[in-house]
């Protein structure tokens, strides 16, 4: 009941962030649900959690559908912890009052919290569905909620296939006939994914290090403290130090080694990771916990160096331990008043009747991806110049941007429109500074002394919404004509 308390002000008092509504705009885009799957290729996410927004604002037509989807499976997987695992009261507080047990997989409306609940799931059926193909299908669901769960999927598949090879019970052709259509089913799911997400369009956002793939690039990666699991607490070599718990169960070693290695490469030289990203290996590791708590994992031909263990259970302690601290930020920041996102203040400028109907630009574009949730108001996207509710981090797009481009941007759309124009302007534009170049996003903007002045004659500044701590999008708002 604590807990729900929590989670409920916390989800209650939330100011949505660009991701959360991107996810939302591309869901209701398209006039069915051919067109939504054609609009979000190539977004970077698979299709199951835009078909889920989808279809509960079909039978529910109100925005509200946007957070009650992301608590809901939230609360749900943290439910799923709760009453049905085996572990001690003290872990299972620590998994729930934490960064990803009460804030990022449920307050935050994404999809992260549903591979929370497919993984928890899995970890509480395991015993009844590990010899059916009930577990190929759960995989297949899990590739479906975000790339990296696709590489956890091969893992749990890993887990099953040296469970098998250390089973002290021979497995049958049978058994093995099972696992081969699991994995069947599971690359089926893949597939599937691969096919939506790939070719992506926001080629912009795609890791440099990949043109870099080599024998010498992996062992860098694989030893790298800046790109893949940076965002942990502790960092990521507690977290390989961790996966030591696992050294009495075979099957559950080799899993957990794979998916950190595979998590880690992949974060180096495909994606950058952040926490949401990072945290879906920790809910892994807590999955296979609970699966050989409950005897799965298989056995090891004799054991006597296996209480290496303790230094493995210390170290993934102390990792629950410190991610609860990870709490602390978003309840202080809300305590204080303090938006995840100044989107909501916007949309609050936007109903002065002077602002009525304004265009609203942005610098960088992906700083107006939130509006859409709270207002109306057409938006200009200055790099790729066009209208849109999206953007698309695109090579193929202004790269390089000056404040001189914004005026004649907006100037051009007043004069077309006679719409008051609305900037804002994630930079702070000051005429005491020499010539600078910003790059945010992969997208550079160069300011100069004189621009600033130029912009500053032309321009009212009406706001200054900064001071955030959790979020990014802080801006300096103004309006064109002066």
């Known amino acids: ?40 290729h190539g977004e970077g996410h698979p299709a199951l959690w835009y078909l889920i927004l989808r279809g509960a604002h079909d039978l529910f037509p109100y925005r509200e559908v946007l957070p009650i989807a992301g608590a809901v499976f939230g609360i749900a997987a943290m439910a799923v912890v709760a009453f049905l695992s085996p572990f001690r009261f003290v872990t299972i507080g620590l998994i729930l009052f934490s960064g990803y047990g009460a804030f990022e997989y449920i307050v935050i409306a994404r999809n992260y919290g549903i591979a929370a609940l497919v993984m928890f799931a899995l970890a509480a059926l395991y015993e009844r569905v590990r010899n059916t193909l009930w577990l190929g299908l759960i995989l297949a669901v899990l590739c479906n909620t975000n790339v990296p769960s696709c590489i956890l999927a091969a893992a749990f598949l890993l887990f099953r296939f040296v469970e098998m090879l250390t089973d002290e019970m021979r497995p049958k052709a049978r058994d093995w006939l099972i696992f081969a259509a699991n994995a069947g089913l599971a690359a ?26 080599g024998p010498a690039q992996i062992v860098a990666a694989l030893f790298d403290t800046r790109k893949g699991f940076s965002h942990l607490l502790l960092g990521p070599a507690v977290l390989a130090i961790g996966c030591l718990t696992f050294v009495r169960k075979p099957a559950a070693l080799f899993a957990a080694a794979a998916g950190f290695l595979a998590l880690k490469l992949f ?82 400028l936007l109903q002065q009747p002077a602002l009525a109907g304004a265009i609203v630009m942005g610098d960088p574009d992906t700083m107006l991806e939130p509006l859409p949730y709270y207002v109306d108001n057409p938006l200009w996207m200055l790099r790729e110049q066009r209208f849109g509710k999206v953007v698309r981090l695109t090579e193929n797009a202004r790269r390089e941007l000056t404040l001189d481009d914004v005026l004649a941007d907006a100037d051009r759309l007043h004069r077309q429109t006679g719409r008051p124009i609305v900037f804002l302007s994630h930079l702070r534009l000051r005429t005491d500074k020499p010539q600078r170049t910003f790059v945010m996003f992969h997208d550079a ?18 706001a200054s919404l900064r001071g955030l701590e959790l979020g990014d999008e802080s801006y300096d708002v103004y309006v064109y004509p002066r």
């Open 1 to 40: 009941m604590c807990w729900l308390a929590l989670v409920s002000w916390l989800w209650w008092t939330h100011t949505f962030w660009r991701d959360e509504v991107r996810a939302f705009s591309l869901a209701l885009s398209g006039s069915n649900y051919a067109e939504m799957l054609r609009n979000v």
């Open 188 to 213: 089926i799911g893949a597939l599937l994914c691969f096919l939506t997400v790939y070719p992506t369009f926001n080629d912009a956002a795609v890791s440099t290090n990949f043109s870099d793939l």
């Open 267 to 348: 974060f180096y030289f495909v994606y950058e990771s952040f926490y949401r990203h990072e945290i879906l290996l920790v809910v892994f590791l807590l999955s296979l916990v609970w699966m050989t708590a409950n005897g799965a994992g298989g056995t090891w031909p004799q054991r006597r160096w296996m209480r290496i263990d303790v230094v493995g259970i210390w170290a993934f302690t102390a990792l629950l331990f410190v991610h609860t601290i990870a709490l602390v930020k978003p309840v202080t920041e809300q305590m204080k008043g303090k938006p995840y996102s100044h989107s909501a203040d916007v949309a609050e």
């Open 445 to 462: 903007t160069t300011v100069t002394p004189d621009s600033v002045k130029r912009f500053a004659a032309s321009t009212r500044h009406i």
